[in-house]
């Protein structure tokens, strides 16, 4: 059995994962990693979509927006969704508060309401973190869907305001009204492909054929996310195999759609 749905979807970083000052991490080279995002990465998907004829969801940080206008404008207009990724690309968990985390929601959708005519539907957490905070903000901003939960493979579900103190048992909280489209890091091209100083090279076909796997044992009524960045995934022979990952997933009969339109299914 295979998933009838899949969803492309692009964190398009360029250099946001950089700017954070005191990790580090914001030299030159690291932000060359980001301009080759915008400049080469991310053209090179568009290509790609537009030669496969391909919907996707994009989750672009404000910061991109505002820096790489021209290549962001040319992701509205080859149709794409464009969807919430932060201003700063700030892991919600490491804001000082809940005042300064609602600032960067807010501008990240400033950002996209400029680019886009109108406020995006869905939201994905840098790095996948939310803060205790993270879930209010975004119902209360009236976001309709996020795509940075795990707590299932393929099967649509509604965040709960889950608690877990330390002396007591989990509680799992009530169900709010806003849809997790699940993500995994199984399906996520940077763990296995962006070299991060961590980890020991990966054959890269291997990740194409895990990709793969997982699709084959995903439900019919499953919807399979690919979580990509243009940083990583956006270079030709990467592409030529998320290519054939396409084709093989076209012949079992899957269709692709934006995040948007399937959480849309889901009152
Ligand atoms: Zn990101």
Known sequence: MTAETVCLTFDFDAVSPWIHKEDGRNTPTNRSRGLYGAEVGAPNVLEFLADHDLPATWFVPGHTID????????????????????WSHT?????????????????????????????????????????EHTLNLLLEAGFEYSSSGMARDFEPYFARRDRAPVDSPYDPGEPTDLLEVPISWQRDDYPPLAFSGERGYTPESAVFEDWQSQFDHAPADGVFVLTMHPQ???????????????EYAQLEGAEFRTVESVAAEYP
């Open 67 to 86: 820096s790489f206008p021209d290549v962001c404008e040319r992701v509205v207009d080859a149709g794409h969704e464009v969807a919430h990724h932060g």
């Open 91 to 131: 892991p919600p968990g490491e804001y000082d508060s809940e005042a300064a985390e609602r600032a960067d929601v807010e501008r990240g959708i400033e950002s996209i309401e400029r680019l886009t005519g109108s406020p995006p539907a869905g939201y994905r957490s840098p790095s996948w973190d939310y803060s």
């Open 232 to 246: 990583v995934i956006g270079r030709p022979d990467r592409l030529a195999k998320l290519g054939a990952f396409v």
